[in-house]
């Protein structure tokens, strides 16, 4: 079946850090792919997306590229900020465009 | 001018007890979900609705049911709550016909079950 993997955290890194949050999925033909973001107490926000393969999503300094040859989606930042801290959920969706999430993982920006 | 909103923010209530969550969206989109998500951050699928389809994660027990009086809400009703239903649970919707895949969630109703 569909599913989606992603490195477990919390990850914690000094603020301007470089950001790299791997994420894998297995699917039947070619989902969209979607990078959300869960700030405390809050729902998810949509971070960024790639609907092909070779698309590249951005977003507030956060880039993800859809690698079909390696069934990635890898999350990247150049610079973090304290303000970065929050859980984020690598998504695809799947028949009726339901999600299926990977299980997030929490980063922690040390000031 | 909230796009997606969910009442209550916060529900507790006892075993047994039937309870419903309400959903609504003002974004005029034609799809609608339920998601929830545990202790532990994992977020599931439960239901995808639109006006002519239901399809249900088969893993959701046949006391959740959701409930559609109109394209803008999706209400989730859940009868003989058990300790397991505690989560919080998330309400979103999309655009699919128009191939403008991204959901736009809810802020969540926490729900604890004693």
């Known amino acids: 079946g569909n599913s989606v993997t992603q490195m477990e955290g919390p990850v914690t890194l000094s603020e301007e850090a470089f950001l790299t949050i791997n994420c894998t999925y297995t699917?039947?033909?070619?989902?969209?792919l979607f990078w959300y973001v869960q700030y405390p107490g809050e729902g998810l926000q949509l971070l960024l997306k790639?609907?092909?393969?070779?698309d590249k999503g951005s977003n507030k300094g956060f880039e993800a590229t859809y690698r079909k040859e390696t069934t990635s989606f890898h999350l990247e930042k150049g610079s973090v900020q304290v303000s970065d801290s929050a859980v984020y959920f690598c998504?695809?969706?799947?028949?009726?465009?339901?999600?299926?999430f990977g299980g997030g993982t929490r980063l922690m920006v040390k000031p | 001018d909230t796009a997606v909103s969910q009442t209550p923010k916060y529900l507790v209530t006892q075993m047994g007890n039937d309870k419903s969550i309400k959903c609504e969206q003002n974004?005029?989109?034609?799809?609608m979900y339920w998601y929830k998500q545990d202790s532990k951050k994992f977020l599931k699928i439960m239901f995808s609705?639109?006006?002519?389809?239901?399809?249900i994660n088969e893993t959701v027990p046949n006391r959740f049911s959701p409930k559609s009086p109109d394209k803008a809400h999706l209400n989730l009703h859940i009868n003989s709550l058990e300790l397991g239903d505690s989560a919080v649970y998330f309400c979103?919707?999309?655009?699919?016909?128009?191939?403008?895949?991204?959901?736009?969630f809810g802020p969540g109703t926490r729900l604890t079950v004693t």
């Open positions: 979103a919707s999309s655009q699919v016909d128009g191939k403008i895949y991204e959901q736009y």
């Open positions: 699917a039947t033909g070619y989902p969209s």
């Open positions: 790639a609907t092909k393969a070779d």
């Open positions: 998504a695809q969706n799947n028949a009726g465009n339901m999600l299926t």
């Open positions: 974004l005029g989109h034609d799809t």
């Open positions: 609705y639109n006006n002519k389809e239901l399809i």
